[in-house]
């Protein structure tokens, strides 16, 4: 009969780790219709935790918050502003900066 030796079992290989969390510190101006509006993943339409924001990006007073979806994985900006294009392939100009400079913030 053929003996089964034990053959070295090889380490798992290393989960690959999680990027680390951004911390969400600090105040920000934010518009909640807009974020609530915004806190949704497009591909599952599962609700998004600010828990999972993974980077950020702060134009002004306004943020664009870059949260990642739990199932699917993929990551979506949530802007804490309306913003609109004042030109093609310019940068979105954000209600609350354009209210801070001409002094209508807070309204
Ligand atoms: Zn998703």
């Known amino acids: 009969m053929k003996s089964h030796k034990k053959l070295p079992v090889d380490p ?52 664009v918050l870059r949260v990642k979806c739990l199932k699917c994985n993929m990551i979506t900006d949530v802007h804490t502003s309306k913003s609109a294009n004042i030109a093609k392939n310019v940068v979105k100009m954000y209600d609350v900066n354009c209210k801070m400079a001409v002094g209508k913030y807070p309204a």
């Open 12 to 63: 798992p290989d290393e989960l690959p780790s999680e990027p680390p969390k951004y911390s969400l510190e600090g105040r920000r101006v934010v518009e909640l219709n807009v974020l609530s509006e915004g806190l949704w993943c497009p591909m599952c339409q599962l609700c998004l935790s600010l828990k999972n924001t993974v980077g950020e990006e702060i134009r002004g007073l306004a943020s």
